[in-house]
């Protein structure tokens, strides 16, 4: 079982509509990033958590500690969402620590 | 708006040679990172650099991996002796501590 699970793998929606993507960790973790990786291969990062709740634009990420899951909702999707967004955390074992990818779900938002 | 330079943007190279991906970082920021993607699959974390020492490795960093930030500007990814799974885009990354910055990636090909 990966550490890192997103679901889904992959999501087409139509403009302007309100999506959700979810990442559960099975790890301690210090921190949790939310990437968006273009259909070009850069990566850009959207948002690092330790708690609660960030808002940029049209984007919103949470996470829950407790239940070890993180959300990240684009409102009013719009066709240049179309990326892959991968959450990645920070957890640390045994004294050291380690940065661990999700696979990432592919988003294709139609016009 | 500040920008992770990485050079080249797509390097090919025999296997056994030695190979040396650049990097520029943003100037102000003091933690640096190199992350892999095998095509296809998910990204994977390598090293973490802060203070001019390595903070974090993972285990694909072996000992034919190395870093280093020659002049205090570059900062560089070296594998010694390239075997044909090292073929990957390599993505270089930068942060103040909060938030990471990304290069645009170098593609290796080992053939």
């Known amino acids: 079982k990966n550490e890192v699970e997103q679901s889904p793998q992959n999501l087409t929606a139509q403009e302007g509509e309100f999506i959700t993507i979810n990442c559960s960790y099975s790890v301690g973790i210090s921190a949790l990033h939310w990437l968006q990786q273009h259909p070009g291969g850069g990566i850009v990062s959207l948002f690092m958590?330790?708690?609660g709740k960030k808002k940029h634009g049209r984007l919103i990420a949470t996470i829950n500690i407790q239940e070890k899951h993180s959300s990240l909702h684009i409102t009013a999707s719009h066709p240049r969402d179309s990326a892959v967004y991968i959450c990645?955390?920070?957890?640390?074992?045994?004294?050291?620590?380690?940065?661990?990818f999700g696979t990432g779900t592919r988003l294709k938002v139609l016009a | 708006e500040p920008e992770v330079t990485q050079t080249p943007s797509h390097q090919v190279t025999q296997m056994g040679q030695e190979v040396i991906l650049r990097c520029v970082p943003i100037s102000n920021h003091l933690y640096f990172y190199w992350y892999r993607q095998i095509l296809g699959q998910k990204v994977e974390f390598l090293v973490s650099?802060?203070?001019?020492?390595?903070?974090?490795k993972s285990e694909i960093f072996d000992d034919q991996f190395s870093v280093e930030r020659p002049d205090g500007s570059n900062f560089t990814l070296k594998i010694r002796s390239t075997k044909l799974e090292d073929s990957a885009m390599y993505f270089c990354?930068?942060?103040?501590?909060?938030?990471?910055?990304f290069g645009s990636g170098t593609r290796l090909t080992v053939v």
């Open positions: 650099f802060y203070n001019n020492e390595i903070s974090e």
């Open positions: 958590l330790s708690s």
């Open positions: 990645a955390v920070r957890s640390r074992t045994s004294g050291t620590y380690k940065y661990i």
């Open positions: 990354a930068s942060s103040l501590g909060s938030g990471y910055t």
